[in-house]
């Protein structure tokens, strides 16, 4: 399809417990890139993969977040033993390529820790 | 690293009005550079990117920007407001490798009838 699909649309969490989003990039993309909008207006870069390899994690909290791109299956973000500040929007975006392209956003997962 | 200025966090303008935008960018080589526009609980819509040739661009919704280099600036216009533009516009600049993107904190734009 020609959109980024991110499920699910929202997602509410105990503190401490798992949480895991989905994304499906559009067909022929090889990026996919993942941001944590915290605030409002406030966009953090967390990974990036080239296909199903890491191609630059160096956003990612790696004690807690772990990211995967396999093939024939949606790319998946999982943060173990969620905090509070976890609470945000994380978009999804893919790209045919790094250069010139832009990226394509999905709508975004809202994660709500209580 | 980039860093992106978006001057005026809220700008309200009267529907028929020019809208502008303003964005500027740091950097000694030229970036790529993106309008994005947000609306209410959505994701993040590209309106228009600069990578090489023209300076101006034209992008949907009858936006356009131009890219002008000795003022590192990437104003976002539109000669006439409509109500459906009510929404946070981000500016974005890539590195010519083009692995990050680095966003300004938005503008919010506010169309009054």
């Known amino acids: 399809g020609e959109e980024v699909a991110q499920t699910p649309k929202h997602l509410v969490r105990g503190e401490g417990q798992k949480a895991k989003l989905y994304c499906a990039p559009i067909k022929g993309h090889s990026y996919v890139f993942w941001y944590q909008q915290v605030l409002k207006n406030e966009f953090k870069f967390l990974i990036s993969f080239q296909n199903e390899n890491v191609f630059d994690e160096t956003g990612m909290p790696k004690e807690r977040f772990s990211a995967k791109c396999l093939p024939n299956s949606p790319c998946s973000l999982e943060i173990q033993a969620t905090k509070l500040e976890d609470s945000a929007v994380y978009f999804c975006?893919?790209?045919?390529?790094?250069?010139?392209?832009?990226?394509?956003f999905g709508s975004g997962t809202r994660l709500t820790v209580v | 690293a980039q860093s992106v200025t978006q001057l005026g966090s809220h700008v309200s303008v009267s529907e028929g009005a020019l809208v502008l935008l303003r964005c500027n960018y740091s950097s000694s080589v030229p970036p790529y550079l993106f309008w994005y526009v947000q609306y209410p609980n959505q994701g993040l819509q590209l309106l228009l990117k600069y990578t090489t040739g023209a300076t101006l661009v034209k992008g949907i919704n009858g936006f356009e920007a131009e890219f002008k280099k000795s003022e590192t600036s990437f104003h976002l216009t539109k000669p006439s407001a409509h109500m459906s533009d009510a929404a946070e516009y981000f500016c974005a600049v890539s590195d010519r490798d083009g692995n990050q993107f680095y966003f300004g904190t938005g503008t919010s734009l506010t169309v009054i009838p």
């Open positions: 975006a893919s790209s045919q390529s790094l250069v010139s392209y832009g990226y394509t």
